[in-house]
């Protein structure tokens, strides 16, 4: 089994930036790719990023070119840069992980989720 444990989330203004970053233990050799998603109320949960083993990286459009995707293999953590963030990326964010990837991301393993707010 794999857990994955969340940081970073908080409150910030419109434009600011915030870095989460996500610890995976146990069975991280299982680990392929990882990645976030992301929920806001009344709304159905969104991919929006994630990193493969191998360098692959996607990102949702509605986050390109303002968010970062890293990975710290070394450290079993997977980081999220988030630039100029705007009200609508208020949401909670959930780290995930996936034993497999064959050019379609499926998540085995998902976090707790932490909180993150942008207000106008």
């Known amino acids: 089994q794999v857990q994955l444990v969340e940081s970073g989330g908080g409150l910030v203004q419109a434009g600011e930036s915030l870095r989460l970053s996500c610890a995976a233990s146990g069975s991280t050799f299982s680990i392929n790719a990882m990645g976030w998603s992301r929920q806001a109320p009344g709304k159905q949960r969104e991919l929006v990023a994630f990193?493969?083993?191998?360098?692959?990286?996607r990102y949702a459009d509605s986050v390109k070119g303002r968010f970062t995707i890293s990975r710290d293999n070394a450290k079993n953590t997977v980081y999220l840069q988030m630039n100029s963030l705007k009200p609508e990326d208020t949401a909670v964010y959930y780290c995930?992980?996936?034993?497999?990837?064959?050019?379609?991301?499926?998540?085995?393993?998902w976090g707790q989720g932490t909180q993150v707010t942008v207000s106008s």
């Open positions: 995930n992980a996936a034993r497999t990837y064959y050019n379609n991301y499926n998540p085995d393993y």
């Open positions: 990193i493969t083993s191998g360098g692959t990286v």
